[in-house]
C-alpha cells in the first residue's frame, strides 16, 4: 500500500499508531488476548482467526514485540509484571528473563500465525508503513 496516497486524516492516525510506544502496543496486546485464554491453543486459534482476514494488526504487534525484546525496559520487574499482570499469565519462574522468554514465544507465535496467513489477507508491506 503506497501511504503517501491516503487522504491526510488517514496518514496521519498511521504515523500515531506508529509512534506509539512498543511496551504500551504490547501491553494492549497481551491484555486483549492473553489474560482470558485457557492456554496458548486459543491464542493461536484467535489469532489465526483474525489473520484470515487481516493481518496489519499482527505485524504491528510483532514489530511491537521486537523492540521490546531487543531492547527491554532497564527497570527491574517490567517484564515479569507485564506478564503476571497484563497478560494474566502464571509463570512457574517469575523473574525477567522468563518473562522474555514468554514475550520471545509470542513474538514466535505471531510469526507462525502471519506465515500462514492466506495471501488475500489485507497486510503492511513492513510496519511502520511507509510512503513509496
Known sequence: MDVSRLPEP????????????????????????????????????????LAQINIRSHQERLSALEAVIADPPPEPGTLSRLVAWDANWVLDDESDAAALQFLRDAAQLLREVIATAPPTAERWHGWPPQSR
Open 10 to 49: 488517514m496518514r496521519k492516525r498511521l504515523e500515531e499508531l506508529a509512534a506509539k510506544p512498543p511496551l504500551e502496543i504490547v501491553r494492549s496486546y497481551l491484555a486483549s488476548y492473553y489474560s482470558d485464554a485457557a492456554d496458548l491453543d486459543e491464542v493461536r486459534a484467535i489469532q489465526q482467526q
